[in-house]
């Protein structure tokens, strides 16, 4: 709930401190005295929109800061803080701060961290709930209606909104497994001629540099073929080279013993004679290494350029062709397999949808039922409010299957007749603002054990009533404050009677310079105002009397 309120420069309100506990609060005042001014600033630190016009005149900045007390943190501010990674010890209190500079800027805290103002107005919703004469959130807002039935009816919200995610990620699971088989399907044929082209090629690993190297091979040769015959011509024959250097030796073999530089020239002829016939070898082996047949060249480049091709028409080198003929297979195993396993996913799609349409059905009776138990609720509330002509509706609509989601199959909405015979429509469109606040009132009286807000707030729901409707009202915001906090704003002596903390806000001036203050009345404070809103400017004697009675019977 709401512990203190710190108000700093916020239009004619100076500076100004207030501490709030559980039960009814009520504000009063002369019209004008500034009670808009502190709605406003709690508005301001609980995310509205930042305008320079709240900065008091002649300061640089304002600045507002609210305190939150729980018991237990609720599990909507837990799970946002912990989003935003705020740290919030258990049992700390939370603390919204928010400043705003004459030039418009603004800056956001929680318990000192600075923050974004959307981490505020996601904090609002479960702190403090406004209803006002235009008010259009809350429970005027259609998009919280179903949220306060469920809590009403004590439906299995979150067994359905986990079978809901479990049929969409069953359901995204067969869709994309059917778009992954109708793309494989449509591509079979080119598949199957790509992986024909493969197979017959039936290309190997690291075959590309054999083939290369060999083609290089045996252009070289062609290259080198007339000299090569050359040379081996040269070494050809009874006139050749060599075998001019034998016949030499052989002649010299026979002399050589004549003298020692005979020898010694017969053992240099011998190493030429064997020098030679190494070089020889060697000119007949190289020739062999380098010969060429046309046939097998033009083989070697036809294959070459085939295995060279499919890789360009794959986009992969040539050694990973043998891995695109896998994947091509593998890509065809999965078409003929993918049947099969399309139906499993159908399968488990099935039963996801089965199981959701269950809940779904289970929590639709459970809020029909709940609808009407709800609508006699609220409609034992209307007559003490001035309201017995009204009629109010629980509207549960069915919606078409698109439309279902995690919170069920069906719209809820509430509806408010407030003339006999008159259609039912929407509570912001038929009922005027004094209507509104008492069908509100009527509203939160019924669904008083379903939580909601830390704290409640009531701007002039009394307006335009009084006597016994003004103490019903009263009566009610007590009854509704019994279990938490409910702050309201009134004119009516009846409801003020009805406070356990009464603050009066008064508008003052020194000169040029107006102020706004508030003050936390005792009880003889608490008499006398109630008095001055029984009689008016002049406070009488009887009006005192009547207060009294007034305070005596609250």
Known sequence: MLTTLSIRNVVLIEALDLDFSAGLGVLTGETGAGKSILLDALGLVLGDRADSGLVRAGEDQASVTATFEFARLPDPLRAALVEAEVDLEPGEPLILKRRVRADGGSKAFVNDQPV???LLRELAPALVELHGQHDDRGLVNPRGHRVLLDRYAGGDIAGVEAAWREWRAAEDALAAARAALDQASADRDLLLAHLAELTALA????????LAGARADMQKG???SGDLAELQHLWAGSDSALATLRAAARRLDRIAGEH??????????????????????????????LSHDPAQLDRIETRLFDLRAAARKHHCTVDDLPRVARELRAQLDAIEGGEAGLAELEDTARAAGTAYRALAEALSAKRREAAGRLDAAVAAELAPLKLDAAKFRTSVTALPEERWGPAGSEAVEFLISTNPGADFAPLAKIASGGELSRFILALKVALAEQGGAATVIFDEIDRGVGGAVASAIGERLARLASGGQLLAVTHSPQVAARGSQHYMIAKSSEGTVTRTSVVLLDQAGRQE???RMLSGAEVTAEARA?????LEGA
Not at 203 to 210: D, F, K, L, W
């Open 116 to 118: 974004g103002v959307a």
């Open 203 to 210: 290309p190997v690993e690291g075959e590309e540099e054999e």
């Open 222 to 224: 062609e290259r080198l």
């Open 260 to 289: 020692p530089l005979l020898a010694e020239a017969l053992a240099a002829l011998d190493c030429a004679v064997i020098e030679a016939a190494e070089a020889e070898d060697r000119l007949t082996r190289a020739a062999e290494a």
């Open 529 to 531: 105002e109630i008095a």
């Open 546 to 550: 009547q207060a009294d009675r007034l």
